[in-house]
């Protein structure tokens, strides 16, 4: 199985290297997963709006147990997609988008991988796991399930290894046990050059460059286009929400 998942991912990272950002912007999809509407959840669709991003919002009105449903929503909504198809997943919540398609897929291709998990620096909801998982070059070193990108094909394996997904558990929880156990279908944003999860983060490692319209994430030096207040760190999230949604709109 590992030595099938290791030539399914090489040869996707292959075509990656045939493809540009401009040819896969009709091939990219993003989405979220939420039973209900919420003042955070409009913050989020303002956020892709802003960068002519349609966000597809799945499982609306429909039964939410704990946060393993967003493991099977994400699968129902990816057996339509064709397997060459790329996929962006965020959180609902406590998620802004602050880059554009073509940024966001340029980034992407320039990380070589089929499939890549948000990192960040706490090991949640199992703490007791965090030795298990291999170095990092930065603090950002535990899976984030909030935030991560793949190709349809890559995500729907990943899927199936995780089976059976348990609706009534942590799905980060879950996906971290099926990343020690392997296969290992994705690789880390450790650098976050896409995403920025907030959680353990001070205000003096991220800023806000008006002039250009992003984050910086000083000790990474990066500028994540999908910022995440996992933990509820709200604080650093409103402020982007105010100055590059809410204000930029308004310009």
Request: with cysteine.
């Amino acid at each position: 199985m590992k030595k099938i998942v290791t030539l399914l991912c090489f040869i996707i990272a292959s075509a990656c290297l045939n493809a540009d950002a401009a040819t896969l912007v009709d091939r990219f999809h993003v989405c979220t997963v939420a039973s209900r509407d919420g003042e955070n959840l409009q913050k989020l669709v303002h956020s892709c709006k802003q960068h002519q991003i349609d966000l597809d919002v799945v499982g609306m009105n429909r039964p939410y147990w704990k946060n393993g449903t967003k493991l099977v929503r994400l699968k129902e909504y990816l057996q339509d997609l064709p397997d060459d198809d790329i996929v962006m997943f965020v959180d609902a919540f406590d998620v802004l988008i602050v880059g554009d398609k073509e940024v966001i897929l340029d980034k992407f291709l320039q990380m070589n991988s089929p499939f890549i998990m948000s990192a960040e620096k706490n090991c949640f909801p199992f703490e007791w796991l965090a030795p298990e998982f291999p170095e990092s070059p930065t603090a950002f070193k535990y899976p984030n399930s909030g935030s991560f990108i793949g190709y349809v094909k890559v995500l729907k394996e990943w899927l199936e290894a995780l089976a059976p997904i348990n609706k009534n558990a942590s799905d980060q929880g879950q996906i971290s046990k099926q990343f020690i156990k392997g296969p290992k279908f994705f690789t880390f944003d450790y650098t976050c050059e896409l995403f920025l999860p907030l959680f353990m983060v001070e205000d003096s490692e991220v800023v806000i460059d008006l002039e250009s319209g992003v984050v910086r994430c000083l000790p990474t030096n990066s500028t994540p286009y999908v910022i995440h207040a996992n933990g509820k760190s709200f604080s650093f999230y409103d402020t982007v929400y105010t100055q590059l949604v809410k204000e930029q709109a308004k310009a």
